[in-house]
């Protein structure tokens, strides 16, 4: 009894000096509870099917920023474990009845080893060469899956999977939990040894190798990994949609996804899928607003590229670390993060300057 | 400056959640949600015609339902399918769940329309298709009636009657070639998008042209159905000598191959399905090039029934443009108003068995749904037609004698003046 | 078949020259990843369009002041929203997205997802060993040549030329050697954008006038200037044949997948990049540190 109270009372204290004492934890905190609580306001099924979207790209984002955030890999072709998963999940689901535990890591493997396909060729490409050529393999893939259209539906793509679970309020826990699960580990992987030499890699891969790291094996290692996330965003789209088609390999999807993340702020994980988590809700509150204007034309997409190129332009590294700028200093002395108002520092009581 | 910061965002705010609040509907009218991607023409083309539909029976006092008169309220739901399919469905399930619409008509891109189907099935709403062909949507009412009975498909014919139309098309203009031109046997390039959709008619063709026509495929190209270019394809079916090129196409490379076909003048006689040809903005797309293109349509200058010639100038009156077959809104909101008016109530269940009942001559035909709540084809039901453009105007080819049918205002098929000289000289 | 792959596969690659060199010279120099590129193309086959069609003005009028209106609107987007974030490479590429973007959306709002043409300068075709060719296209290969040259003379024989390609070798260097770098790659811009709206002037009466029309070419384009080498102006003309000689190909040799042009094009170009990872006729630089 004691004992359980003493965790209580060590999780609060740690939620006061460690959580709240800092306005982007404590935003965090507050982000997963909100997403938690949601529906007991709202069972609204517009709004669930927007947050399960954004959840599942928010998945996808964060995968991308593993990958060409923290390694350095610039993908452009992102859409590829998408697709590749989605397609793969679908006919297992559809084929062989694979309930979506299995099919989902199942097309996630799928996508590993796109990823390794991927990789394996793009390993001696560096910079603008590898992004270009990244862009081309969704493009070969779209060509052979309107080349066999009895396995792949053609531009029909897949239908008739089995629903994610039984009802929409499932759904959207299981994306959420999905996301808020697999957006810890991709942080946590960041984080760990393994992220700290993809880091290096990104810095200065003649330096990373010359310290001994087999920077190939860890290149193909970031793609496996993202891949694999990826893969997942792309199974759990697939099973919600109940539909893997070619508009899941496109260039628009490659290229949003790197919008997502470029605006949120890369070498983060949490900052595309925050740039998710502002974007793709925005897109459909300008859609609720546009559509009490009828007169007006159609011009979510213009604002929403407007409002892109404004941020990128004021904001160059991403919009979540800029606010966590302003609301967050540095202590000068020990580099601990306190929030902007605080003169002295909470940790070693150095000025802040 | 910080204060400022902070009220402006405040009132954002605050303007996003008062344009998320549902607000209060009227509740005499009827809601019905238009589908398309309304920046394209295929878009415009829904939203026209249910606009008309609905201003029309408004204007007659509106829909009979039980012993009330209630209004038609269109809802214009953009679905942007053609660029992004998560839009598509988002922008359905607003409308069902938030914009409350008891009927949903429209939908064009296959892939979208699945999906599309699959929300509207779940909220159990009446979803009428008017833009995707493929013979699958309607297969699912078959296999699985209790969940897909909603969903009915009223224009285009389905891809498998398009086919039919298709080599009636062929065979048509090609008995024309053999007598005008004193021609044996007529050679035959058959170029298809690759498209599943495609795919019966390919297969179709590789039979029944050597077998049932006589008549003998020089190749077959499967481009993709965005091609931009086209023109290694024509300068191979000019080198094997085609009569007649049997087309299907249903996305934006037929423009670009009528475009590159008229400018090379290839000696050979377009035929088939090229949906970009019913577009009236394709005599300026292919600058005039595209004349003598011959494509399947749904509506003409020409009397299919009584309806259709009212319909088809006044909404080239208002709209500057000749509609396409996704105007065939018009015929849904006609079927939908009929139907509702004899169950008596805007309930889905109750007025299924009355929508399979409909019966109703519409501008594009007579109108009956089949047991996969597919559009019947068929002398006396939706014929479909033959177009062709003849200097800058679609022209009605086809019914022309067939079956006993000609619809007033049919003109005799053209054959360009290329394709005579060409193939004259060899006698 | 042999003669007809030739003739197609020369017309093709040269429409595919005509953009690769434009994008491949602010790529080379300027090093940026400029997705607009085939976007500000777009614009100028619709300010051609709008100035033909709806104001009825004398072609090469409207093509003239295309070409002039389009440079404009390329430096304004350079000086305003992609210099002031050059040194964040991330953030300039998705400026240029967002920029390709906001201009398809423009075209979308006024002109609707309607398929509008061009009428070409010249009409007619003419028969080539038996292929039938339209003047246009030929047009558009003798203007490839004519691009292809003319950038190599201002490169290496002018000052401002000289001026780029030392920019383009070492930035810092040349900032220190007196040159305005600034000003280097306005100029660079400029010429790149003007040749993107040479390009629409040319090539728009080939294809259909859409919002969207700059996507294909972009890809194609991408994939043209890598197989060529980033940077090299002749690798991105050979690498634009290579990739229309593939086309026309397939086409020929496999009608039934003449869908596949594309991705046969593009395997063709990851297949070269596996054998030489700088492209064709890139320089292996040195890894930059």
Known sequence: MGLIFTHIRRFFTILRSEVIVLPGRLALVLFVIAL?????????????????????????????????????????????????????????????????????????????????????????????????TTLAFPIILTGIVFAIPGVTGGELGLSGLSRLSSSRLMDYYITAVCMLGLGLVMWLITDSKTGIILHAIREDEVAARAAGINTTRYKLLAF???????????????????????????????????????????????????????LNPLMEGLRVILGKYPALPEMRMLLFAALVLLTLRFMPEGFIPWVLDRLETECPRCKIRNVFFRHRCRICDAAMS | MNTRRFIVCLAAGFLLFAGLCPSAWAADSIKIGILGPMSFTQGEGHWNGATMAAEEINAAGGVKVGDK???????????????????????????ISRNKVDFL???????????????????????IGCGAATVEICTRVTENYDRYKYWFRLTPINAGYLGKVDFTLLGTVGAIMKKTLGLETLKVAVVAEKAAWAEGIVAAAEKTLPEKMGMEIVGIWRPSPVAKDCSAELAAIQR??????????????????????????????????????????????????????????????????????PFYTKYQERFKEAPNYTAGTYDALQILKAAVEEAGTLDSDALVPFLEKTDLVGTAGREVFDAAHDITWGPGYVTGLGTQWQEGKIQCVWPYNWEGITYEGTVPYKLAPWVVEAWKKKD | MFLDILIDGLIKGSVYALLAIGFSLVLGVARIINIAHTALYMTSAYLIYIGTKQLGLPATVSIGAAIILTILLGLLIYRYFIRPIQEHEAAMLIATIAVAMMLQEVFLMTFGGHYLGVSPLVEGYTTILGVRVTWQHILALGLALVVLVGVRLFLFHTRMGLAIRATAQDREVANLMGMDVTRVAMATMAVSVGLASVAGAIVAPLVTVEPTMWMHPLIMMLAIVVLGGLGSIEGSFVGAYILGFAESMVVFMVPMGSFLKDSVALSIMILVLLVRPEGLFGVFFEEER
Not at chain 1, 243 to 255: D, H, I, K, Q
């Open chain 1, 36 to 132: 938690l609580a949601l529906p007991l306001f709202t069972q609204d099924l517009y709004f669930l099917r927007i947050v399960i979207l954004t959840s599942i790209f928010a998945i996808f984002a964060g995968s991308w920023d593993l990958l060409s955030g923290f390694t350095g890999q610039m993908n452009f072709g992102h859409a590829l474990f998408f697709g590749v998963a989605a397609y793969v999940t679908a006919l297992l689901n559809i084929h062989l009845h694979f309930p979506p535990y299995l099919s989902i890591p199942l097309g996630a493997v799928g996508a590993v080893l796109a990823g390794l396909v991927v990789g394996i060729p793009c390993l001696r490409l560096k910079g603008s060469y590898l992004a270009l």
């Open chain 1, 224 to 278: 496996c990994m993202s891949g694999f996330f990826a893969g997942i965003a792309g199974g759990l789209y697939a099973h919600f949609m109940r539909l893997a088609g070619p508009s899941t390999l496109e260039v628009g999807l490659s290229f949003q996804v790197i919008i997502w993340s470029v605006f949120g702020g890369m070498v983060s994980i949490y900052g595309p899928m925050a740039g998710v988590f502002i």
């Open chain 2, 69 to 95: 008169m209630m209004q038609i309220e269109l809802v214009k739901v953009d679905t942007n399918e053609f660029l992004s399919i998560p839009d598509a469905t988002n922008a359905v399930e607003m409308a």
């Open chain 2, 105 to 127: 008509v429209g939908g064009f891109r296959t892939e979208a329309v699945m999906v599309m189907q699959d929300i509207a099935m779940d909220a159990k709403k009446i979803f």
């Open chain 2, 240 to 309: 094997a000598g085609a009569h007649i090129v049997f087309t299907t196409f249903s996305s934006s490379v037929g423009l670009t191959f009528a475009k590159q076909m008229g400018e090379l003048k290839i000696p050979a006689a377009a035929v088939g399905i090229n949906v970009e040809a019913q577009k009236s903005g394709f005599w300026e797309a292919t600058n005039g090039a595209g004349d003598y293109v011959l494509t399947i349509n749904t509506y003409a200058p020409v009397k299919i029934t009584e309806s259709t010639l």
